[in-house]
């Protein structure tokens, strides 16, 4: 399926596949980012356009479309990936950035209304790891694989470990939590200092990303 369609004759096709299952876990996975940091006015229309297509209402229609099998069972599981950059206001990633904030808001309002009928409702946070959509290859201590963050996330359903308190929410990797937590416990998350230095960071990987590009196209022309 592709969410940045977002056509009506999906959702319906996909309802009737699932009508007869038996779900008891959901997890919204699904997530678009820029191709590289921009500016918000530069982003293309189309990119912006997709990004909260992607990540916001394909989301919510597909949990939508799941829940009630869930509730039916009077138990479940619903999972949705969040990101820092939902977490930290991210410059350069300002549409992506915001898209993740919403789900933040969205996913433990929605945690507190199918608690009482049994289900569990989780948001994930994640600094980075390795995929095609962060573009990074190589592990460190603070980048995992991704079998590896999914194990820390599987090890802690029904925990808000490392969330800072944050509603039915968790931030499974252990580094990952312990940057948050310095970060929180610090300068914190919504700081002057902490919008700064990630705009520092995302104009210099916009520059290198830049340069990169010029190369190759000298390089191919």
């Known amino acids: 399926m592709d969410f940045t369609q977002n056509k009506d004759a999906d959702y ?58 869930l509730l039916q069972r009077k138990r479940g599981l619903i ?30 309002a ?12 989780q948001l994930v946070h994640s600094y980075l790891v390795v995929s095609a959509m962060s573009k990074i290859r190589r592990t460190s201590a603070t980048i995992p694989k991704p079998r590896d963050f999914v194990k820390s996330v599987l090890g802690k359903i029904g925990r808000e470990g490392g969330s800072q308190g944050i509603a039915y929410t968790m931030t ?26 990630n705009r520092g960071m995302h104009e210099s990987i916009r520059m290198r990303a830049l340069k990169k590009a010029a190369r190759e196209e000298k390089k191919g022309s």
């Open 172 to 197: 499974p990797y252990w580094s990952h939590a312990v940057m948050q937590w310095g970060i929180a416990a610090t300068v914190g998350t919504m700081s002057w200092v902490t919008v700064r230095v």
């Open 12 to 69: 319906t096709a996909l309802g009737k596949l699932l009508a007869d299952l038996d779900i008891a876990i959901l997890i919204n996975n699904v997530g678009l980012s820029h191709s590289l940091p921009v500016p918000f006015l530069q982003t293309p229309a189309q990119e912006m356009n997709d990004i909260i297509t992607v990540n916001c209402t394909g989301t919510l229609r597909i949990t939508q479309l799941i829940a009630p099998h």
């Open 79 to 108: 999972l949705t990936m969040a990101s820092f950059g939902g977490l930290l206001p991210t410059p350069l990633l300002a549409t992506y950035s915001g898209s993740k904030a919403f789900l933040q808001q969205w996913s433990s």
């Open 110 to 121: 929605l945690a507190s209304e199918l608690e009482p009928q049994g289900v569990t409702v």
